[in-house]
């Protein structure tokens, strides 16, 4: 049975990009940031609302969710891992809508190395990634910078 859209972590979404990534190239706390910061992005454009409750922060290399990065900070810059599975267990969680769009970040995303997400998301992210103070990152300003992101356009136009 699919999880409330309301009860969603940044943690469920994680352990879904975790558990579905490439095994051969391994999965880094800094890629991890970037796919959860898509995807809540894609959401937000997609659905009208938030994929996870955590809030994103304007950090140095790129949008950050600050629980989800302390509780993988001690890998470094090492592969994190994860006893879910790849398969309907790290699937389970989320609602068809959701798992769209999962499927969706990790498949054009997940291929990517973790400094080329670092550098599209400062392109594609709206944010003061220089200010020390790692400020949030609106919803709105969110919403309005990928209303027209490529990818969101041929989504909709799928549909």
């Known amino acids: 049975m699919a999880k ?4 969603v972590s940044v943690f469920d979404v994680a352990d879904y990009f975790i558990a579905n990534s490439d095994p051969d190239e391994g999965l880094t706390n800094l890629k991890l940031q970037k796919l959860c910061g898509y995807a ?4 937000l454009v997609l659905h009208g609302r938030r994929l996870f409750k955590e809030p994103l922060e304007a ?14 900070r001690s890998y470094g810059k090492n592969p994190l ?3 879910i599975q790849p398969g309907e267990e790290s699937r389970q969680l989320f609602t068809p809508e959701q798992l769209f769009i999962l499927e969706t970040v990790n498949g054009y995303y997940g291929r990517f190395a973790a400094w080329t997400l670092r550098n599209m998301s400062h392109i594609d992210f709206p944010g003061k990634f220089d200010d020390p103070r790692r ?17 969101i356009k041929k989504i909709q136009a799928a549909f």
């Open 4 to 7: 409330n859209i309301a009860t």
């Open 40 to 43: 809540q992005a894609y959401n």
């Open 59 to 72: 950090w140095p290399h790129g949008p950050v969710v600050r629980e989800l990065y302390d509780f993988y």
């Open 81 to 83: 891992s994860t006893a």
């Open 135 to 151: 400020p949030p990152i609106s919803d709105k300003a969110m919403k309005a910078r990928f209303a027209d992101h490529k990818i």
